[in-house]
């Protein structure tokens, strides 16, 4: 199975970052890219929505995929300062991140509006990574795998079945923290996210990627990508630099 891994830039960048993009392109198409080749890597940045359009330009003909960072169910309308699947389709986006953790604890998204996404994603011909993961009360209650599993059966669409997209396990306190889980707590999530991924979803749900986010760095990366049922990883912080970023998907190889 593939690995996707994908930098979350979250509200970081003006138009210099774009040398970032470019660099990490570069590291592609060099000596890391050829160690990857036939490995069915495949590497995305999802910018912050005002430079899509121009990553998508910047880095024409490299292998990375560009995406945004959220969007909004409805395809038009008086929805002041959102942007629609459509919207980033249109700027050359083909990924879209949904229901970070971010969105769900800052704009109160539920798994319902969560799953309206999705479909608006797949109507506009994006590949959603859709995100779940558990707050540290609730690991500490011994609730996490209901939790992330609640949030997957809610959160994915049966319109899902047959189309490209990944699950994003992030852990909310392990993101931009520092802290991360370890492998055997990875596995365990990870695992109940795919029992529920092929519950809702039949076959399709056994095949598409389990990303792991938060807190991954180049020298927790390939630790974490080798774990059972790791098919990625969603980068925050470490996606900003492409050293940071290179040496994340050299852990892949
Ligand atoms: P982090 O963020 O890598 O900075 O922890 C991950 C994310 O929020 O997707």
């Not at 999530?189 to 180049?218: C, D, F, N, Q």
Request: proline share 4%; with cysteine; charged share 15%.
């Amino acid at each position: 199975m593939y690995k996707l891994i994908v930098g979350n830039w979250k509200m970081n960048g003006l138009g210099p970052a774009l040398a970032e993009a470019q660099a990490v392109a570069a590291g592609l198409a060099g000596s890391l890219g050829g160690s990857l080749a036939g490995s069915g890597v495949r590497i995305g940045l999802c910018p912050p929505s005002t430079l899509v359009e121009r990553m998508v330009r910047s880095l024409a003909g490299a292998s990375v995929l560009v995406g945004g960072q959220d969007c909004r169910a409805e395809a038009s309308g008086a929805f002041t300062g959102d942007i629609s699947a459509e919207m980033l389709s249109e700027a050359g986006a083909v990924l879209v991140i949904l229901g970070h953790s971010e969105r769900r604890s800052g704009y109160g998204e539920t798994d319902a509006l969560v799953a309206a996404k999705v479909e608006a994603a797949l109507r506009a011909g994006l590949e959603p990574i859709i995100c779940v993961g558990e707050t540290l009360a609730e690991r500490e209650a011994g609730r996490a795998v209901a939790v992330v599993s609640t949030q997957v059966r809610g959160s994915l669409p049966q319109v899902l079945a047959g189309r490209a997209f990944s699950v994003a396990y992030e852990p909310v306190w392990a993101i931009g923290t520092g802290l991360t889980p370890t492998t055997a707590q990875i596995e365990e999530i990870h695992a109940a996210v795919r029992a529920e991924m092929s519950a809702v979803l039949g076959a399709s749900g056994t095949r598409a990627p389990i990303l792991y986010g938060g807190s991954v760095k180049p020298g927790n990366a390939a630790e974490i990508l080798s774990a059972d049922e790791v098919g990625g990883a969603l980068v925050g912080g470490a996606s900003l630099k492409s050293a940071d970023f290179l040496g994340i998907i050299a852990g892949a190889g």
